[in-house]
């Protein structure tokens, strides 16, 4: 059976994205082999392939934070899955293959209620919510948890794990018909007028920003009078996806115009302001795309194509295992922003 993965070799459209073909690597003793079937991608994928992430490694390199699959063999020293078990895992960079050897301690068993192209989806947004809401924030019963960002997957599962620990939460959303959706997770829904047009809505003990700049400002005012330094921002684009607390002098960013921006936060602007038209002009069918190396990457990453938009609607499935049979697909989960809302 043959292996491969999608590299990035250099700066410019999906097209530049290249299919190898791979010879999977033995497992060290501490260990484990994934056979992938999903391979998630984030919009930090795409400001790698474009040049815009500082962390990326040099290239040429295969970008990917997270799979699922089944485990195909262990090291001498792992215990905690066996070959055959279905898992989900982070990669820190490497994802984009379908065969991925990596450290035991970032496997973990498929959750029993997800199949394999869900799970591929959650280690990201799971880990950055538990970073903000269990260890930085310390939410804790009777809290009031304002979420910016209510349907983008770090939200989504944000809110759970406070509503979980006893929180009050509050979920924002840009568009209307999200609400009921929101109300399904037993949080309280707004729109982010109706949130903003409304001033008694305040006395939060955590914020959860998930876009900076100004609205940082608007939002530390909504927050109780003994919490001014309680809005934490997950930080987009960054390898760690980790939560970042932000202090008391947090203001808006440089307007787009300004020159004295930085060039990477224009770049950054301006490739938005790109998805978002794209957004608005093509929909996205959710479908589940089979890896296919004849027009190379591009056609391996439909995601890529389309930028990652989605409506501003979270993750969606993007691609799956060659359904031929003759080789193991590397496949992708498409997945938005977590500046959806």
Not at 212 to 240: F, K, M, S
Not at 289 to 311: I, K, W
Request: glycine share 12%; charged share 20%.
């Amino acid at each position: 059976m043959q292996h491969h993965d999608i590299v990035i070799s250099k700066t410019g459209p999906a097209s530049t994205l290249l299919l190898r073909t791979i010879a999977p690597r033995a497992p060290g003793a501490d260990e484990v082999t994934i056979d992938v079937a999903y391979s998630g991608v984030n919009f930090a994928d795409v400001q790698m392939r474009i040049g815009l992430y500082p962390d990326a490694p040099r290239r040429p390199f295969v970008p990917g934070y997270e799979v699922s699959g089944t485990v195909a063999q262990v090291g001498a020293n792992v215990t905690q899955v066996r070959p055959g078990d279905a898992v989900i895992a982070g990669t820190y960079f490497g994802g984009y293959s379908s065969t991925v050897t990596i450290p035991a301690t970032q496997v973990f068993p498929l959750p029993a209620r997800y199949d394999l192209a869900a799970g591929a989806a959650l280690p990201v947004a799971y880990f950055t919510a538990h970073l903000v809401v269990g260890e930085m924030a310390r939410v804790r019963a009777g809290d009031r948890v304002l979420i910016e960002c209510g349907t983008g997957g770090v939200g989504v599962i944000a809110a759970q794990m406070a509503r979980h620990l006893g929180a009050e939460v509050t979920s924002l959303t840009t568009s209307p018909h999200k609400k009921p959706f929101l109300a399904s997770l037993g949080v309280t829904p707004y729109t982010q007028g109706e949130f903003r047009a409304d001033p008694t809505l305040r006395g939060y003990d955590l914020v959860l920003n998930a876009s900076g700049g100004a609205n940082i400002t608007w939002q530390r005012q909504r927050l109780g009078a003994d919490r001014p330094d309680r809005v934490h921002r997950h930080e987009l684009g960054r390898h760690r996806r980790q939560a970042q607390r932000v202090q008391g002098r947090a203001g808006p960013d440089p307007d787009p115009a300004d020159q004295r921006a930085p060039p990477v936060r224009r770049q950054h602007r301006r490739v938005r302001a790109q998805r978002a038209a794209r957004a608005a002009r093509s929909g996205v069918d959710g479908a589940a795309h089979p890896l296919d190396d004849r027009d190379g990457g591009d056609a391996a990453l439909p995601a890529h194509r389309q930028g990652v938009p989605g409506d501003r609607g979270g993750r969606r499935p993007r691609a799956a295992r060659d359904p031929a049979g003759d080789r193991q697909g590397a496949a992708a989960v498409g997945v938005t922003d977590e500046s959806d809302s």
